[in-house]
């Protein structure tokens, strides 16, 4: 069973810095990996999917790194804005469904 | 982009009574669907999977006489909470797939909120 950790679990900073978000899965067989934002109460947006074969990932000021083999992503977010105040969820995905960590809640302060 | 519309987006109901909730795929079809449960500050956990024409798949634990599944055509998956409790209280999301291969990822809906007094 794949199991998914996001450290840290809170993170708050002010208005301008660069964030950094780190999921580790512990079975390297995945097909891929998306990145999901979560606003209160709400759906999930996703942001970025990453293939097994690929390293990185980008989109604006969000980038994502993947290494498979040791079963790590990390989701850059450049110069943070309150707007970016939200969960992230690491969602690794074998060959019928994903798995979640139980996410990262970022606040940014204007 | 895909897009999957849940409805309703919250709902309140009765105990012991049962509540539909709808999912629709907008401008594709999802061959396949995922039902999700989220409780406060937890991940998401997967109920089950539902297949357009067959019977769902639930995940271990999860009682499928009491979470009912129906993907009975490519855009529209329901999943009805039958005899609701209290406990049954949580937010739950539904997900489809983007293509039949997996490379194409998964696109969530706006989820609903069940409380049940």
Known sequence: ??????IPAALSVPEGENLVLNCSFTDSAIYNLQWFRQDPGKGLTSLLLIQSSQREQTSGRLNASLDKSSGRSTLYIAASQPGDSA????????????SFGAGTTVTVRA | GAVVSQHPSWVICKSGTSV????????????????????????????ATSNE???ATYEQGVEKDKFLINHASLTLSTLTVTSAHPED?????CSASLGTERKYGYTFGSGTRLTVV
């Open chain 2, 89 to 93: 209280s949580s937010f739950y999301i």
């Open chain 1, 87 to 98: 969960t992230y969820l690491c969602a690794p995905g074998d060959d019928y469904k994903l």
């Open chain 2, 20 to 47: 539909k909730i709808e999912c629709r795929s907008l401008d594709f079809q999802a061959t396949t669907m995922f039902w999700y449960r989220q409780f406060p500050k937890q991940s998401l956990m997967l109920m």
């Open chain 1, 1 to 6: 069973k794949q199991e998914v950790t996001q």
């Open chain 2, 53 to 55: 024409g067959s019977k």
